[in-house]
């Protein structure tokens, strides 16, 4: 069993992961989706979000773009980031079950700008 988490707005990948509305939560198990739901982002505070999915036990985390610092404490609880996924959540954890989906480095440098977190 794997658990994912998709950073979404409206059920489909945000753009920046802190300020997304919800995450939906993916169990995965041979690759397909066992078991979906949404839970509302708590709130975007620097080092808090990471923690909170850790502590859900969350695998895997998917979203547009993401900051550093967030990257840095998911690789600290062995949690793995895929950046650059766009379109619908589902439709994205379904394609990383299947292998299908990888991360493209999208790291987001302007917190000031977030509406432009895109390489």
Do not use: W
Request: proline share 3%; charged share 20%; glycine share 14%.
């Amino acid at each position: 069993m794997i658990k994912i988490a998709v950073a979404s707005d409206n059920g489909l990948v945000t753009e920046h992961f802190g300020h997304c509305a919800d995450f939906v939560l993916f169990d995965g198990e041979n690759s397909e989706i066992v078991k979906s739901e949404t839970i509302p982002n708590p709130g975007h505070r620097p080092g808090f979000l990471p923690n909170f999915l850790n502590d859900l036990g969350v695998n895997v985390i998917i979203s547009g773009g993401m900051g550093g610092g967030a990257i840095d404490i998911f690789n600290q609880h062995n949690i793995e980031v895929i950046v650059g996924a766009g379109g619908a959540a589902e439709a994205a954890a379904k394609a990383y079950l299947q292998g299908e989906l990888e991360s493209t480095g999208s790291v987001c440098h302007e917190h000031a700008h977030h509406d432009e977190c895109s390489d």
